[in-house]
């Protein structure tokens, strides 16, 4: 079983330059997740997804974007990548949302990602 | 405001002995609590949850978490480490009064058992 799909896992990135971070998932799962996490905190929320064609922000927005154009993918833009954006970024899925009864959230591996 | 607390960043522990890694949390209302584990280089995996019921969980891979309302606590523990423990671990908590779904989640514990 695939699972959560995430690509690439490495990336280094200039500042300004702009990138997509894949995340598909085979679960038909309607929930998707965007969390970014950086070293000693938790996991911050930035976008997730109910559904194809419905977004919203999570905790830290800021300096990206999504879509979810169908029930498999939901990728992650960054527009002008700036340095406070190196962080590990993981995408999640689960259905119904992970706090519901017999549920959780299934993780991809995550993107590492380096803005210099 | 929401909130979750682990207050140690590494637990060092000797194969076979019993292992503790704490958790405690603010919420407005009822509490949904979550466990998960990261290995090296690997995306989270889910261990167990508390959603209501009994207070003490058990989960994956021979781990337990007690659910204490009036210490608001949700410790993980396994009876006897094994190496293949040693991880990072992290709580999370959804307070059951909001609508959305955002999991709040702890900074993480550094778990290394020692042969």
């Known amino acids: 079983n695939a699972g959560v799909t995430q690509t690439p896992k490495f990336r280094i990135l200039k500042i300004g330059q702009s990138m997509t971070l894949q995340c598909t998932q085979d679960m038909n799962h309607n929930y998707m997740y965007w969390y970014r996490q950086d070293p000693g905190m938790g996991l911050k929320l930035i976008y997730y997804s109910v559904g194809a064609g419905i977004t919203d922000k999570g905790e830290v927005p800021n300096g990206y974007n999504v879509s979810r154009s169908t029930t498999e993918d939901f990728p992650l833009r960054l527009e002008l990548a700036a340095p406070s954006q190196t962080s590990v970024y993981f995408c999640?899925?689960?259905?119904?949302?992970?706090?519901?009864?017999?549920?959780?959230?299934?993780f991809g591996q995550g993107t590492r990602l380096t803005v210099v | 405001a929401q909130s979750v607390a682990q207050p140690e960043d590494q637990v060092n522990v000797a194969e076979g002995n019993p292992l503790t890694v704490k958790c405690t949390y603010s919420v407005s209302g009822n509490p949904y609590l979550f466990w998960y584990v990261q290995y090296p280089n690997r995306g989270l995996q889910f261990l167990l949850k508390y959603i209501t019921g009994d207070n003490l969980v058990k989960g994956s891979y021979g781990f337990e978490a007690e659910f204490n309302k009036s210490q608001t606590s949700f410790h993980l523990k396994k009876p006897s480490a094994l190496v293949s423990d040693s991880a990072l671990y992290f709580c999370?908590?959804?307070?059951?009064?909001?609508?959305?779904?955002?999991?709040?989640w702890g900074a993480g514990t550094k778990l290394i058992i020692k042969p």
């Open positions: 999370a908590v959804r307070d059951g009064l909001k609508s959305n779904y955002q999991l709040i």
């Open positions: 999640a899925s689960s259905y119904p949302p992970p706090a519901n009864m017999n549920t959780e959230a299934f």
